[in-house]
C-alpha cells in the first residue's frame, strides 16, 4: 500500500499485537499513526499470528467471562467451573517462574492492567473462547479451568490480528506493508523518525514519537547464538521469521539501555522436523503440549526431566531448553491408552512424528534413534516406580507421581503398560526471546545513561525485565496488549506536545 500522507504523529514499528494496540491507542488520543510492518500482507502479524491467542489476566468470575465471550452457550456455562484469577495471583505466578527477578513496576503494570486491556480488546471487535479441552479436560462431565489463562480470541492469533487490523483500517491508521525499517533518525532532541526500505525504496518518514513493537531477536540464528549460548542456533523458530532483532539493534544504536535477560528465552516441545520458521497455515498446530502426561526420552533412552513438576502453563516454556541439551537435540514423549484421550488437537494432525505400537518393544523398536534396551529398562523402572494408590486427576497437581527414581515425575504419573502405545518425536521450538530495552512506566525508551529517550516507546517482546528463566503462559499478548497501548498512548501526547512547541 503506498503511503497516502507523509507527516505523521506516530510511527509504530511492526505489525504484530503490541504494535496494533499501540497504534490504535495512539489514534484514540486523535495522533495521525503510521504502522510500518516488515512483513507482506500475506504474512503480517508476526508471532501474534502463530499463537492460539491465549491471554492471562485477572478476573473475577463469570460475569467477566461472559462479557468476554458472548458466544458462550447455556449448555457450557453449565459445565463450566472457570472459577477466578486475582491480583496476588498472578504476581505469585510472575514472581515464582521468574524467580523473583520481575522488574517489580513493570509487573505491577502489566497485572493491574491485564483485565483492562482484555476488555479494551473486546471493545476493538475481538472475541474470547474458553479453551475446553486445552486449559481445562471434562472430568465427570465438568471442565474445571486452571492456572489463570482460560480465554483465547475467537480464530485464535489470526482471529485476533485480523480483527485488530480491521480494527486499525477503520480507524484511519494508515498500513504500510513491505516496510523494513531499517534505522531511527535522531537528533539531540531525540528521536524524530525512521528509515525504511518500503517496496524496495528507501526513505525517511518524520514524526512526533515512534513506537518500536518489532519483536525479540528469535528468528536470528547468530544473535541466538551469540546471546543465549551454544546451540542455540539449531533451534527450531515458532513464529514469524522477521523478528531478527533489528528494532533492538537500532534501539541499542540510539542510545538504549539493554535490559532484562539476554540468555534467556521461551521455547517449548516442538514437533522435530518441523520447519526452521513458523508457517501460517500451521500456526501452533507443531506444539506438543501434553508432556505432562508421558514420560520424555533422549536418545539414549533415558528421562532428563520431571515431566509433571507442574501444570503446564508453568513449564512447558523451559522445557525446550532442556530438550535441545539432549544429544541430537530432540526427544521423544511415549503415552499409553489411559491418557490418549487427554491428548491435545495438535496431536491428531498430519503435522507429527508418530509411532503408534500394541507391545512397548515394538514401540521401542519404531522410534528412531534410541537406545532400544536402556530405553526398555527406564520404561520398566518408570512402571515400578509410579504411585498407583493416588488418584489420577490431570486438572490439578495431583501429587500422583513415582518413588525412588533419580528424575521424579511429580504429578500425572502413570504406567506405561495398555496398548495401544505412541510416541511423538519433538525438538526444541524457541518462542521469543526474553532479553530487551528498559522502558520507564510511560513505556519511554530509558538509555544507558539513565534518561528516557524523546520521542522514543517500546511494547511488546522488545520490553526487557519482565521475564527472566520462564514465563507463565498467555502472557506474552497480554504483555503486548497492556504496554502497546500506554506506548501508544504516550507517544501520541508526546508527539503532540512537540508539535504544538514542546521538547
Ligand atoms: C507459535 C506461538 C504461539 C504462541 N502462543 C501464545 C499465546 O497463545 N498467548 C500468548 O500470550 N503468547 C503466545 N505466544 C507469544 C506471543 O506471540 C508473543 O509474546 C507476542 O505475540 C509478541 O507480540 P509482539 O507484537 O511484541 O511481536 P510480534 O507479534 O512478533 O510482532 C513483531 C512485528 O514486528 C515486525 N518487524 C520485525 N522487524 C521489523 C522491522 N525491522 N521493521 C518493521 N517491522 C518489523 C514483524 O514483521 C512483526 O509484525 C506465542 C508465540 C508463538 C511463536
Same mark, same amino acid.
Given at each position: ?43 503480517? @502479524? ?39 484469577? !486475582? ?25 493491574? +492492567? ?41 480464530? $485464535? ?42 517496496? @524496495? ?64 528465552? +521461551? ?161 526444541? @521450538?524457541?518462542?521469543? !526471546? ?25 511494547? $511488546?517482546?522488545?520490553? @526487557? ?9 498467555? !502472557? ?28
Amino acid at each position: 500500500m503506498a503511503v497516502a500522507c507523509s507527516k505523521f504523529d506516530v510511527v509504530v514499528v511492526g505489525g504484530g499485537n503490541a504494535a496494533l494496540c499501540a497504534a490504535l491507542s495512539a489514534r484514540e488520543e486523535g495522533a495521525a499513526v503510521l504502522m510500518l510492518e516488515r512483513a507482506p500482507e500475506s504474512d503480517r @502479524g508476526g508471532n501474534s499470528s502463530y499463537t492460539e491467542g491465549l491471554m492471562r489476566f485477572v478476573y473475577s468470575g463469570i460475569d467477566d467471562i461472559l462479557a468476554l465471550a458472548p458466544d458462550l452457550g447455556d449448555d457450557e456455562i453449565a459445565c463450566s467451573d472457570f472459577g477466578a484469577y !486475582t491480583k496476588e495471583q498472578f504476581f505469585d505466578d510472575m514472581t515464582r517462574e521468574t524467580q523473583g527477578r520481575t522488574d517489580p513496576d513493570l509487573c505491577e503494570i502489566l497485572v493491574n +492492567h491485564s483485565s483492562a486491556a482484555v476488555h479494551w480488546l473486546r471493545t476493538q471487535g475481538v472475541r474470547f473462547l474458553p479453551q475446553f479441552g486445552r486449559q481445562a479436560f471434562k472430568v465427570e462431565g465438568r471442565f474445571k479451568f486452571w492456572g489463570g489463562a482460560i480465554l483465547a480470541a475467537w480464530g $485464535g492469533g489470526p482471529g485476533l490480528i485480523t480483527t485488530l487490523y480491521r480494527a486499525a483500517e477503520q480507524r484511519g491508521v494508515q498500513i504500510a506493508y513491505d516496510a523494513w525499517v531499517r534505522d531511527l533518525v535522531s537528533t539531540d532532541a531525540g528521536v524524530t523518525g525512521v528509515v525504511a526500505r518500503v517496496s @524496495g525504496t528507501t526513505r525517511a518518514f518524520h514524526c512526533g514519537a515512534v513506537v518500536l513493537a518489532c519483536g525479540g531477536f528469535e528468528a536470528n540464528a547468530e544473535w541466538r547464538s551469540r546471546y543465549l549460548g551454544r546451540g542455540w542456533d539449531l533451534a527450531k523458530v515458532r513464529g514469524t521469521k522477521y523478528n531478527t532483532g533489528d528494532g533492538l539493534a537500532m534501539a541499542l544504536r540510539a542510545g538504549a539501555q539493554p535490559c532484562g535477560h539476554w540468555s534467556g528465552c +521461551h521455547a517449548i516441545g516442538w514437533e522435530r522436523y518441523a520447519p526452521d520458521f513458523g508457517d501460517l497455515s500451521i500456526t501452533d498446530n507443531l506444539e506438543r503440549g501434553s508432556y505432562p502426561c508421558s514420560i520424555l526420552v533422549n536418545a539414549d533412552g533415558k528421562r532428563f526431566v520431571d515431566e509433571g513438576a507442574d501444570l503446564r502453563s508453568y513449564t512447558y516454556a523451559r522445557y525446550g531448553g532442556m530438550i535441545l541439551e539432549q544429544p541430537g537435540q530432540f526427544a521423544w514423549e511415549i503415552y499409553d491408552s489411559k491418557v490418549l484421550h487427554l491428548l491435545r488437537s495438535e496431536y491428531r494432525t498430519r503435522h507429527v512424528t508418530k509411532v503408534q505400537a500394541d507391545t512397548i518393544e515394538q514401540l521401542v523398536a519404531r522410534m528412531d534413534d534410541v537406545r532400544q534396551d536402556q530405553l526398555l529398562q527406564t520404561i520398566r523402572d518408570f512402571n515400578a516406580a509410579v504411585q498407583t494408590d493416588v488418584a489420577f486427576d490431570p486438572n490439578a497437581k495431583d501429587g500422583r507421581g513415582t518413588r525412588g527414581l533419580a528424575i521424579p515425575k511429580s504429578n500425572w504419573a502413570n504406567t506405561i503398560e495398555s496398548p495401544p502405545f505412541e510416541a511423538y518425536a519433538v525438538s526444541c @521450538g524457541i518462542t521469543f !526471546t526474553f532479553g530487551g530495552i528498559r522502558i520507564t512506566k510511560e513505556a519511554q525508551v530509558v538509555n544507558t545513561n539513565h534518561e528516557p529517550i524523546n520521542g522514543l516507546y517500546a511494547a $511488546g517482546e522488545m520490553v @526487557g525485565g519482565l521475564f527472566y528463566f520462564n514465563y507463565p503462559a498467555a !502472557t506474552g499478548l497480554t504483555s503486548g496488549a497492556v504496554f502497546g497501548k500506554i506506548a501508544g498512548r504516550s507517544a501520541a501526547r508526546a508527539a503532540m506536545g512537540r508539535k504544538n512547541g514542546g521538547g
